[in-house]
Every structure is written in structure tokens, then in C-alpha cells.
């Protein structure tokens, strides 16, 4: 008996340890795609805005969906979330399967393009509606086609999909949480901007700055400078994240503009480096800058 419940323990755990949320290199994308038992083939997931890079050559049998067809507007704030049913709806149409890995990508290597954000936020969006096997293709687009791996301009449609009966919502957070939780001890705000927007220095926001009490750490830092889908090795950046206050034993909440580069900066913590308790603001600044009863703050904050 107890040789038999240690050979089902044996099979559960191995029929799950090939699941996971991370990166991937496109040689063993490619081996993924090629698999000889097409019940082991991935869901390949062309994240870009513009469907015109995707006629002009993709990831064969990849799928285009577009990342921001996933939001719109809500009682006035752009690009918010869609409601649950949609995003369900569209989930299934893009051929989401619960019993699939997921390989996503971009392109677009060089700041300021950042369809790395894409990948980043379809990769979020899948893992908060229950997705466990997510793979982003490391360095993207740009890497494969220098690893002179195959490109095509042919259509591919996935049949529709099968979603997990159970989500994972307790990845995001909403405002009157994280306003109720910030500045308590052992919990890490961060915004994910590149630094003059933090800091109010743009012409983009309807009001300047950031949340009272965050501290900025953009996304950009995590990537490789000549490949942005690039990600760089924990090792190298372990100081610069620990330096800045973004730690293992933090409880982490991260935000941006609208969500994108939260969703990188947020994928990296849990995924790459592991952190246990990482949490994305949905609403970033887009929702917190209309919320006028609520202050914004200017000057910088270092984490204590």
C-alpha cells in the first residue's frame, strides 16, 4: 500500500512539474512547436498591437492577439480591464487551454518601442484567469530570427480553448486595498515608469507624479540594452532590485501607467526571481490620476 500511494505522489508531481510561469529560450520554443505528439505542442501567442507585424512574418502557428484588445474604457478611465465574462470570451477564442503550455512573444527590441509590455500583460492576464504552463519567449521575435529559426506569413487560428474552472484574482489588487495596505511594514510599493514620469516630468498624465509613498524602479532596467524582450539574469540585477528595496521577504505592489510595465516588472519578480508575494495594481496611475480626492506626490522615495 504504501509503495503504491508513493507512486501516485511520484505521478502527480511529475505530471505537474512541467508546468510552470517563466521564460524560454527560442531553441526550446522551437523544440515545443516541432514536438512530433501534437498533444504536446504549445499555444503560441503573437501578443503585438499592430496586426500588420504579424502579416509581415510571426512564429509558425502562432496566434494574433492583439494585448490591448483585452482592455477599453470604464466609466471614463482608457484602458482598463475587461470585464471577467469578456475577457473569458476572448480568451477561449485566442484557444487558451488549461492543459496546454502558452508561448508568447513580441517584438520591437529598442526602447522606446515596448511590445515586450505586451507579452508581459497577456502573460499577467492568462495567469489571473487560472493558466499555470506560460512561457515568454526570451528576447522575442528579434532573438528568434537571429537564432535563424523559421518565420512565415501564414494564418494560424487556434481552435477554441478550455479555460481552468478556477482563477487566480488574488494577483491583482485594487485601490482601496493597496491605499489601505501601503506604508504598513514589510510592504513595498513601486512604480514601474521610467523615472520622469514618476517624477511628474512628462506630458502625458492627467495629474504628475506618483502614488504618495512609492518608490521607482523602471522595467527597463531588468532587460538587456540591444534587446529589450531580452531578460536579464537574476544574478545581475539581485543587487540593483535589493538596493532599491525590492526584496524576497517584501510584500510587493506594483503599478505604472496602465498596467503594462507593472505586469513586466511584477512577471519578473514572481517568475524570474522568485520573490513569493508580488501583486499588480490594475488601475496603475490612469485610475489613481482621476481619483482626485486621493494625492499625488512629486518628490522621490527611497525604500527604507
Partial sequence: MKRFLATIVLLLTASSAHAEIGIISPADAQQLIDSADASKRPVVLDTRGGY??????????AHHINFDTLRGTDRGVPVQYLPDDLTKAL???????????????ATGDKLPNDEILSSSMVAYVLEKFGVEDIRIVDGGLPAWTQAKLPVTQEYFGNPPGSLPD??????????DELLARKGQPGVILVDARPHNEYLGDDDVWLR????PGAISFHWARLMERDNTHQFRPFKQVQ???EAAGLKADKEIFVYCGTSREGSLLRFYLKHVAKYPNVRLYEGSWKEYASLKQHPAELTENKAK
Fill in 239 to 241: 543587487a540593483e532590485l
Fill in 52 to 61: 500588420k507585424d504579424y502579416f509581415r512574418g510571426h512564429i509558425p502557428t
Fill in 208 to 211: 504628475k507624479g506618483h502614488i
Fill in 166 to 175: 478556477k482563477g487566480n484574482p488574488k494577483i491583482a489588487i485594487a485601490v
Fill in 91 to 105: 480568451l477561449v477564442r485566442a484557444g487558451i487551454d488549461r492543459r496546454r503550455t502558452h508561448l508568447i512573444y
